[in-house]
């Protein structure tokens, strides 16, 4: 095994476009299956030892990831109510989603009222109100004047004009997870306000939705990559058949 072969892996392009995780992944191969006979270049050393010395800290068992931020809603008692929600996400490819809510929310009861709900995107215009609907409930403040609701006609659940998506939502399927209920919903309708849109097409930058991930919401920010472009590009930079044949 030489510096060629090595320099061969990214399709001949210099080493700096090897990811250092490829990096490692590359290494490791190698002191595998050619324990002697390996001559690794310098980058790639100056990569791993750089890589090697990110401290990592063991943290509590707790999901330490990004949650979107969304407002659920619900009438409840012929009025609409809204409680801010972390936990919740696609299922598949479906038109389905997922949120997952306490048993004993007001909004909860709502949902099993009208076998309804809208998920609604705030933008960070938004953030204060968010907020006020995930630390105060509606069985105590009445919430409903918040926001200006509307309706479709293929469910009863109040959608908020004031987020640029709202999709509203039949349950399908409830599974309880000891005190929270995981609500399953099939997408009946979607709206998106015109302006974000380009070509008819929903725009994340223009629609700018919140993500939480405590303690702060945050904006989208700037594009970092293209979904199925950017993973096709590099691909073609790498030699996967050389890859698969030391695997
Ligand atoms: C950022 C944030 C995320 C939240 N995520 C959830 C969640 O995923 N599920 C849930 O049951 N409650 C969640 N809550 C708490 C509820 O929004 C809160 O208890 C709310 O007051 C319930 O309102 P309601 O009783 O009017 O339905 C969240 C609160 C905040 C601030």
């Known amino acids: ?22 990096s490692l992944d590359i290494v490791a191969v190698y002191s595998k299956n050619c324990s002697k006979d390996i ?10 030892r750089e890589v090697l010395k990110l401290e990592k800290v063991k943290m509590p068992n707790r ?36 949120v997952s ?47 200006t609701p509307f309706y479709d006609e293929s469910g009863k659940a109040p959608m908020i004009r004031e987020c640029p998506i709202n ?27 015109k302006k974000g849109l380009t070509a008819g097409q929903i725009d994340p930058v223009k629609m700018n939705p919140m993500v939480m991930m405590y303690p702060s919401y945050f904006e989208l920010g700037k594009v970092a990559g293209t979904v199925f472009k950017d993973g096709n590009e590099y691909k073609k930079t790498l030699d996967i058949g050389q890859l698969n044949n030391w695997q």
Request: charged letters at 15%; a negative charge; aromatic letters at 8%.
């Open 1 to 22: 095994m030489n510096e060629q072969t090595i320099n061969h892996l990214p399709g001949g392009s210099p080493c700096p476009a090897v990811s250092p995780q490829l």
């Open 39 to 48: 001559s690794i270049s310098q980058w790639h050393n100056k990569k791993m």
């Open 63 to 98: 999901p330490a990831m990004l949650f979107p931020t969304i407002l659920v809603g619900a009438d409840v008692n012929g009025r609409p109510n809204y409680c801010t929600v972390g936990a919740c996400g696609v299922v598949n490819l479906e038109p389905m989603l997922y």
């Open 101 to 147: 809510l306490k048993e004993t929310h007001y909004t909860t009861t709502g949902i099993k009222e009208n076998g309804c709900f809208s998920v609604n995107l705030p933008s960070p215009d938004l953030a204060e109100k968010t907020d006020f609907c995930g630390v105060v409930s509606g069985k105590i403040t009445d919430k409903s004047e918040l926001f």
């Open 167 to 193: 999709m509203l939502c039949r349950v399908t399927q409830t599974i309880t997870l000891s005190d929270f209920v995981m609500v399953l919903g099939e997408i009946v309708a979607v709206y998106a306000d």
